[in-house]
């Protein structure tokens, strides 16, 4: 059965302490790997797109990797606006229908 | 700004009503997705709409419905409301199938 876990449900940071957080995955094909940011009661919003292992995008304090298993999103020096929930979500080959990840509500203190 | 317009923004009606909830996609894109988000809760998806027609269908009850129109706007039936219905509802869009999704702001519903 195709699934996504993201890691851990929760994280709280200090501002500037860099961190981690996960998306593993268990699809029988992977056509793309989707990070999207979500402020409380607003859309997501589209963050990067990874198709293959060994891709990674940057944006700002943010940086996407891919492996054959999982999807890392790495924040350097954070701040407080950096706090949100990421959400990670598939898409396998076998259709178009994203299965998403529940989540990493991420929390950066000043 | 997504460029994905959803209206209304707040909506609060009554157990047993039923309501019609709007989304308007990017300029261009051809796919329209619908998502319920309820308090705290991940993101489920409902139904998929490909060029006016049906593409998939996620964990919708039978009480819901949608279509997507010529001019590809897509609008979301929920009928026979319940208290569990009370959610955020988005919608997505996206150019073809297999492409990343932009969401609106969302719809609040809260039913009483």
């Known amino acids: 059965e195709d699934q996504v876990t993201q890691s851990p449900e929760a994280l709280r940071l200090q501002e500037g302490e860099s961190s981690s957080l996960n998306c593993s995955y268990t699809v029988s094909g992977l056509r793309g790997l989707f990070w999207y940011r979500q402020d409380p009661g607003k859309g997501p919003e589209f963050l990067f797109t990874l198709y293959s292992a060994g891709e990674e995008k940057e944006k700002e304090r943010l940086k996407a990797t891919l492996t054959k298993k999982e999807s890392f999103l790495h924040i350097t020096a954070p701040k407080p606006e950096d706090s949100a929930t990421y959400l990670c979500a598939v898409q396998a080959d076998s259709n178009y229908q994203l299965i998403w990840g529940a989540g990493t509500k991420l929390i950066i203190k000043p | 700004d997504s460029g994905v317009t959803q209206t209304p923004k707040h909506l609060i009606t009554a157990t047993g009503q039923r309501v019609t909830l709007r989304c308007s996609p990017r300029?261009?894109?051809?796919?329209v997705y619908w998502y319920q988000q309820s308090l705290d809760q991940g993101l489920q998806f409902l139904i998929q709409?490909?060029?006016?027609?049906?593409?998939a269908k996620g964990n919708i009850l039978e009480r819901f419905s949608a279509q997507q129109f010529p001019d590809l706007h897509s609008e979301l039936n929920l009928s026979s409301l319940e208290l569990g219905d009370s959610a955020l509802y988005f919608c997505?869009?996206?150019?073809?199938?297999?492409?990343?999704?932009?969401f609106g702001p969302g719809t609040r519903l809260t039913v009483l």
């Open positions: 709409y490909y060029n006016g027609e049906e593409r």
């Open positions: 997505a869009s996206s150019p073809g199938g297999g492409n990343e999704q932009f």
């Open positions: 300029s261009g894109d051809l796919s």
